[in-house]
């Protein structure tokens, strides 16, 4: 019974996956009003969230369309798709994702023993942390002008944040899909053939141990999603090369799954809308973290062999057709979604976005300044509550 | 290393983890009676049974219920649960939570701890 909702769990993942927009806390909703309970619940979201972390990207990639956990993807993963190199941006970042997985699954017990004994801490941190990031955004532009865009980007995007607070999926379609997208409309006319035959660079993979760091982050400080968490380690970079940030970002995005489900059961806080909806569906003993996590394992190598698969056709679909009509459609399933899913309000959010994603495009400066949108109000909530 | 490496890891994982998933998972609330699950310390196991009498409903719940044989349940929730609701309570005998509700004089009175309780 429970591999049946594992199966179910892991269809419903690339569904959410493939979908740009829904997120496995739609999904989430859903199953907290079920009247289901106990480990298929569990069995259920773990596979879902699992599986999904690997797909995701493939919108990403193919399409630029974002999700709340790829945004920072969509500009590597497009540039190498614009390269014929598609299908190497997906096996990278599940390339990433396998290493989390082996390696998450036997931190996870060591990282439950550390949370349970230093959450408090943790949380003073978290607005320190979001300072640093914050302040080194602005210090690391090289001149006085890009300084002073750069604190421009932060307000706006930080303003766009507070004032559109559930509004994530119009701001990240607006900051890293339409504008990039738009923005590349004259240069995209061609017809870009995929390359068949992909060679991951070892040395790539290291940056997975990084990208572990970053889930553990996202999983124990609340509000810092994974494209923060990558966006503030690639501060610490001196250089950032596309595989490698890519390994990083999908060693990320799956680490947060099983460091999330062990924040749970060592502190029964939820840090994400799929934890939010087993917290009160999963029953706890001494065993709910070993399955959990033996769960989320084998659901792992499920997504992987998804995301792989769906690549390949995602790149024979794109090679029969040209770019620009492709990037013109993208456009307009983001604006549908936006509609579907956020109403007015989101439509409104996706054009102030929009158009700050371009001013941060034309200016040449960092996209990543637009993640400010989610720091900010997730600064001033930890100053409200601290101080 | 390529694709097909990658897909072979990704098949080794799904197997190895669906393996050792199968040969340890053991479902760890089986349905049982009050007796039996007081028979056991630190035991675990899903009533089924009536509300006999509702102690308090806030801030946690405390109740009796009986299955053939009654007894005190302890559930740190706040729920609507009323007298004469048939209801399924997944509840453990536990050593360090006995003596939750009862004073620690009265050792007699036994009492069970629920993760869960679900109205019928």
């Given amino acids: 019974m429970i591999l049946l909702f594992c199966a179910l769990g892991a269809i419903a993942g690339i569904i959410a996956g493939l979908i740009p927009g829904l997120h496995s806390n739609n999904i989430a909703v859903l199953l907290v009003a079920s009247p289901f309970f106990g480990t298929e619940v569990a069995a259920f979201m773990l596979s879902l969230c699992t599986v999904q972390a690997f797909v995701d990207f493939i919108p990403s990639t193919f399409l630029s369309a974002p999700s709340e956990n790829t945004f920072e993807g969509v500009l590597p993963g497009h540039k190498m798709l614009l390269e014929g190199r598609g299908i190497e941006a997906i096996c990278l970042t599940t390339a990433g994702a396998l290493i989390a997985v082996i390696l998450g699954s036997a931190l996870t017990p060591l990282f439950f023993i550390f949370i349970e004994e230093n959450s408090e801490q943790i949380t003073q941190l978290t607005p320190l942390v979001l300072i640093a990031a914050l302040m080194t955004f602005i210090i690391s532009e090289k001149t006085t002008k890009g300084k002073i865009i750069a604190l421009f980007v932060i307000i706006a ?13 119009p701001l990240i379609s607006g900051y890293f ?3 990039g997208t738009l923005y590349s409309l004259n240069e995209t006319q061609v017809q870009i053939i995929q390359k068949g035959n992909i060679t991951i660079k070892l040395s ?3 940056d997975a141990l990084a990208g572990i760091a970053g889930g553990a982050i996202v999983a124990v400080m609340p509000g810092i999603g994974s494209n923060t968490a990558a966006g503030i380690i ?9 595989e490698k940030y890519l390994v990083m970002l999908g060693a990320i995005n799956i680490s947060n799954f099983f460091f999330s489900f062990a924040t749970l059961i060592a502190l029964l806080k939820a840090r994400n809308g799929a934890m939010l909806a087993i917290q009160d569906k999963i029953l706890y003993t001494e065993n709910t973290l070993f399955y959990g996590t033996i769960i989320m394992f084998f659901s792992a190598g499920i997504g992987g062999l998804s995301a792989i698969w769906l690549a390949k056709k995602a790149a024979k679909i794109l090679q029969k057709s040209k770019t620009r009509i492709l990037s013109i459609a993208t456009i307009i399933l983001m604006i549908i979604l936006v509609t579907l899913f956020n109403g007015l309000i989101g439509i409104i959010a996706l054009i102030f976005s929009s158009a700050l994603g371009l001013f941060v495009l034309t200016k040449k400066t960092k996209r990543s300044l637009c993640m400010s949108s989610l720091i900010v109000p997730t600064l001033f909530f930890y100053l409200f509550i601290l101080l | 290393m ?3 490496t990658l897909s072979k890891i990704c098949l080794a994982i799904t197997i190895i983890g669906l393996i050792i ?4 998972y053991q479902p760890e609330f089986e349905e049982k009676t009050i007796s039996e699950l007081l028979s056991k310390d630190n035991s675990k196991g899903i009533l089924f049974g009536r509300i006999e009498h509702i102690i308090q409903n806030y801030p946690t719940t405390i109740f ?5 044989n009654e007894i005190l349940i302890y559930y740190p929730k706040k729920t609507t649960l ?3 609701q048939f209801v399924e309570v997944y509840a453990e005998n536990k050593i360090e939570d006995s003596n939750l509700i009862t004073p620690s004089k009265n050792k007699k009175q036994k009492e069970l701890f629920a993760q869960k309780v679900i109205e019928k």
Avoid: C, P, W, Y
């Fill in chain 1, 157 to 169: 995007a930080g303003s766009q944040g507070f004032l559109f607070r559930e509004q994530v999926f």
């Fill in chain 1, 177 to 179: 899909g339409i504008a």
């Fill in chain 1, 204 to 206: 790539a993979l290291k």
């Fill in chain 1, 234 to 242: 690639n501060l610490f970079k001196k250089t950032q090369e596309t």
């Fill in chain 2, 2 to 4: 390529d694709e097909k």
């Fill in chain 2, 21 to 24: 998933f199968i040969l340890t």
């Fill in chain 2, 64 to 68: 009796t219920l009986n299955d053939g």
């Fill in chain 2, 82 to 84: 009323e007298k004469g």
